[in-house]
């Protein structure tokens, strides 16, 4: 037998797509050519591929051998086509009898010495699997636990090019990935740690309910770095098809935890203020990883510090947050990521940070001005909350704590409140209102009476409210709502929301 082929899976951002390896084995001058438009990660797999087989004891067929990846239309990178392409290689040579392949996918990296590597990105590979119909996968052994997280799927690990030689030729048994571990606690900040500060408390509250965007500006020392990193306290665990789509991100990317399990807890990205935009956004060569804000999808992305960041890394925020998705065109093609991220700035009042007042700080009117104009309008016009922080007080500072809510408390009134938005808007495909068209809510039935929004009006014909601010306003309004246990915003609701809008809240 001069062919074989052998199933693997290949990733354009975070979509999986079946590939079969294929491998032929003609009379000619020994020559290895792979076609299916690799990367070069993919031509360096045979030299890999070469040294494992033969140090793993196998015979190197010294024929011409042509690997193909089918569609050879789709664009294949990284190294997890190594251990499929060693079985195909050895299937054609008539080495290994390939029926107990056929059918299941392989994927694995190969070491020279013929040890099989983990690879990133197993868990969009397996579901892509699962959805093509495949029902039997052989992954790492350090892959094992993630990718044995999707239902449907029998998972199998080998640790060695040996050991899946020694399972299809004799049927030796493969690894079983191990036993779920429990999750453990969550840990980290509380927000009862927060001194003061009543109204951020409320600003974050009314943020984490409907999933605002949130600007925080204020003095140092206000509170605002404690406020945005208790956040995700707040935000209640992610179902199985969030979970699903974020620990997928976080494979791609390489950085899930040990164990392998679905990301329950929302995630939490604080980006450096010299992150460049690919950093923020995604890039890279080949196809271009998820940045900060597709790693943060389902979760906060905080910018302290915001108008520190360059100016191009925070103006390529505005379409993402817009559409809750980012493209990344490349020559190679595009990439697709999620980022239904939830933005969170922070920001001084002027470049010294020193307490306000004529003795203490040393920047001018026009230095101030300046500094927070570097938060362009089209970028703050996107940010639903924004509230002014004042400075804490000694009585604040020095008291007990025993009375400030805790996050587990507040947590409740939001999950509450989250419950009220998705049951309200499930018939249109969304779970938060901050995800709601705003045209949906200017029409009948959600449409609020025109007394409710006459304050609103009025500034939106004044020109002091946008009409994207309007419809943010109006979001926010029914987030204040739910958290208040009541069907429909009411004026009060509205008021307060143009307030957390404006900036005017006391």
């Known amino acids: 037998m001069s062919y074989a082929k052998v199933l693997c899976v290949g990733l354009v951002g975070v979509t999986g797509h079946l590939v079969e390896v294929e491998a032929d084995l003609a009379a000619g001058l020994p020559a290895v050519v792979i076609s299916g438009l690799p990367d070069t990660a993919l031509h360096e797999a045979r030299d890999r591929v070469r040294a494992a087989v033969v140090n793993s004891g196998q015979r190197w067929p010294n024929r011409r051998i042509t690997l193909n990846l089918l569609p050879a239309t789709l664009p294949k990178f990284g190294s997890a086509f190594d251990l499929a392409i060693a079985a195909a290689l050895l299937g054609g040579s008539g080495e ?9 996918v392989v994927l694995g990296e190969l070491g020279l010495d013929g040890t099989v590597r983990p690879v990133r990105g197993v868990l969009p590979m397996v579901a892509a699997a699962a959805r093509a119909g495949v029902e039997r996968v052989i992954v790492p052994t350090g892959n094992a636990a993630e990718a044995a997280v999707i239902p449907g799927v029998r998972v199998r690990a080998v640790d060695t090019l040996h050991r899946l030689v020694a399972f299809v030729r004799d ?22 740690e927060v001194a003061g500060q009543a109204l951020g408390r409320r600003a974050l509250e009314v943020a984490a309910a409907g999933g605002h965007h949130i600007a925080l500006l204020g003095p140092p020392g206000a509170g605002k770095t404690m406020l945005a990193e208790r956040l995700p306290s707040l935000l209640p665990e992610l179902d199985d098809d969030a979970a699903l789509e974020v620990t997928a991100l976080h494979s791609i990317a390489g950085l899930l935890p040990p164990g392998g399990r679905l990301l329950r807890r929302p995630p939490f990205q604080a980006p450096h203020h010299t992150a460049t935009v690919p950093s923020l956004v995604g890039g890279g060569s080949g196809m271009a990883r998820p940045g900060a804000v597709s790693l943060a999808h389902r979760g906060v992305l905080f910018l302290d510090e915001a108008p520190e960041f360059s100016k191009g890394a925070l103006e390529a925020l505005r379409q993402p947050l817009e559409d809750g998705r980012i493209l990344l065109s490349r020559s190679g093609g595009g990439t697709e990521y999620p980022a239904r991220t939830q933005l969170v700035l922070a920001a001084n009042p002027c470049p010294c940070a020193k307490p306000s007042g004529d003795s203490y700080c040393e920047c001018s009117p026009l230095a101030r001005r300046r500094y927070l104009g570097k938060l362009s309008g089209p970028l703050l016009d996107r940010i ?29 009134r939001v999950a509450a409140a989250r419950r009220a938005a998705a049951s309200r808007w499930a018939g249109l495909g969304r779970r938060l209102n901050a995800e709601v068209d705003g045209p ?7 449409r609020l009476p025109a007394l409710v929004t006459a304050e609103l009006r009025g500034r939106l014909d004044s020109g002091s409210l946008s009409a994207r601010g309007f419809d943010r306003v109006i979001r926010m309004a029914w987030t204040i709502a739910d958290l208040d246990g009541r069907d429909r915003p009411d004026r009060e609701d509205v008021r307060e929301a143009i307030q957390l809008r404006t900036g005017e809240a006391a």
């Open 171 to 192: 049927g030796t048994p493969l690894i079983e990935p191990p036993p779920d571990a429990p999750a453990p606690a969550p840990v980290g900040p509380d927000l009862a």
């Open 440 to 446: 949906l809510l200017r029409r009948p039935p959600w």
């Open 384 to 412: 639903d909350v924004q509230v002014r922080l004042m400075p804490v007080r000694a009585a604040e500072l020095m008291a007990s704590g025993g009375d400030a809510e805790s996050s587990a408390t507040v947590a409740t």
């Open 96 to 104: 290994l009898p390939l029926l107990p392949l056929e059918g299941v």
